[in-house]
T-cell receptor, first 119, second 113 residues
Framework: AQTVTQSQPEMSVQEAETVTLSCTYD???????LFWYKQPPSRQMILVIR??????QNATENRFSVNFQKAAKSFSLKISDSQLGDAAMYFC????????????????FGEGTQLTVNP | NAGVTQTPKFQVLKTGQSMTLQCAQDMNHEYMSWYRQDPGMGLRLIHYSVGAGITDQGEVPNGYNVSRSTTEDFPLRLLSAAPSQTSVYFC????????????FGEGSWLTVV
């Protein structure tokens, strides 16, 4: 079974600065998908960024980018020019490539990192 | 754009009561699932469905039942509520295929006293 670990329960950053959230995972599969979700106090789950394991290039979405190290099984999220609205819980998630009745390709989540943005 | 709709948003139950959390999506997604989120933890999969008439257990299925009679709806039934089922519940859906984005509902806060 796959596992996802976020070793930083809490992080803080000054507004306009850069912060990196860490995520490691364990899998025996060679192809899979990785995601970062943001959960503000409203509890809504918002997709921030996704990465396909077969792609060498790191995904980027505006101020959000990832550092995907497949051999090390590491998937960190970098937030540049941090804004007050970035304050939230961030979850790293893994999705298996296996699809069908026995799998359904579930998401496996890490424990989350609570990000505080200081003005 | 309704997306994934969950009802109710808040519910208080007494131990031993039963109830159903409703989930509906209007995106014609084959895949639907239910997760629970406990304090200090990520979401954990309860049950999922890859299409109408097909359901299976996830990581924490005990105490819950599901059915999928239509593509749009995927209700979660609590058979006999226990305080350990106090949690926030999320319904999610996506198109088939693992590369597709999973969309989440806004969550249902359930307290069992």
């Amino acid at each position: 079974a796959q596992t996802v670990t976020q070793s930083q329960p809490e992080m803080s950053v000054q507004e306009a600065e850069t912060v990196t959230l860490s995520c490691t995972y364990d899998t025996s599969e060679s192809d899979y998908y990785l995601f970062w979700y943001k959960q503000p106090p409203s509890r809504q789950m918002i997709l921030v960024i996704r990465q396909e394991a077969y792609k060498q290039q790191n995904a980027t979405e505006n101020r959000f980018s990832v550092n995907f190290q497949k051999a090390a099984k590491s998937f960190s999220l970098k937030i540049s020019d941090s804004q007050l609205g970035d304050a939230a819980m961030y979850f790293c998630a893994y999705r298996s490539p296996t699809w069908g009745e026995t799998s359904g390709s579930r998401l496996t989540f890490g424990e989350g990192t609570q990000l505080t943005v200081n003005p | 754009n309704a997306g994934v709709t969950q009802t109710p948003k808040f519910q208080v139950l007494k131990t031993g009561q039963s109830m159903t959390l409703q989930c509906a999506q209007d995106m014609n997604h084959e895949y639907m699932s239910w997760y629970r989120q406990d304090p200090g933890m990520g979401l954990r999969l309860i049950h999922y469905s890859v299409g109408a008439g097909i359901t299976d257990q996830g990581e924490v299925p005990n105490g819950y039942n599901v059915s999928r009679s239509t593509t749009e709806d995927f209700p979660l039934r609590l058979l006999s509520a226990a305080p350990s089922q106090t949690s926030v519940y999320f319904c999610a859906s996506s198109f088939g295929g693992t590369g597709n984005t999973i969309y989440f509902g806004e969550g249902s806060w359930l307290t069992v006293v």
